[in-house]
Nanobody, 120 residues
Framework: QVQLVESGGGSVQAGGSLRLSCAFSGDTFSDYAMGWFRQAPGKERKFVAAISPGGNSPYYTDSVKGRFTISRDSAGNTIYLQMNSLKPEDTAVYYC?????????????WGSGTQVTVSS
């Protein structure tokens, strides 16, 4: 069973930086596309960034382009989200997601989230 454990959240002032980590276990890491989502209070969970199983072709939601960088470390079975120039609107619980595609479908696994709070 795939397990995802996020870490690295915290409280920062606007303009600051944080690096989130997501540790993957329970299956073959290189078979999974990985991503980050976030959910602000009272709002639905939304896509932030994703990276392919091979580690190329990262992509981002428009609001974080140029500020956030997603990466993966295959040796450590971990993905990261480097967040720079943080804004109060980045405040949310950040969730890691693993996605596995098979013939005819796909399966998602989620972590339990880590809180990021950005104060103005």
């Amino acid at each position: 069973q795939v397990q995802l454990v996020e870490s690295g959240g915290g409280s920062v002032q606007a303009g600051g930086s944080l690096r989130l980590s997501c540790a993957f276990s329970g299956d073959t890491f290189s078979d999974y596309a990985m991503g980050w989502f976030r959910q602000a209070p009272g709002k639905e969970r939304k896509f932030v960034a994703a990276i392919s199983p091979g580690g190329n072709s990262p992509y981002y939601t428009d609001s974080v382009k140029g500020r956030f960088t997603i990466s993966r470390d295959s040796a450590g079975n971990t993905i990261y989200l480097q967040m720079n120039s943080l804004k109060p609107e980045d405040t949310a619980v950040y969730y890691c997601k693993a996605n596995f595609h098979y013939y005819g479908g796909s399966k998602d696994y989620w972590g339990s989230g880590t809180q990021v709070t950005v104060s103005s």
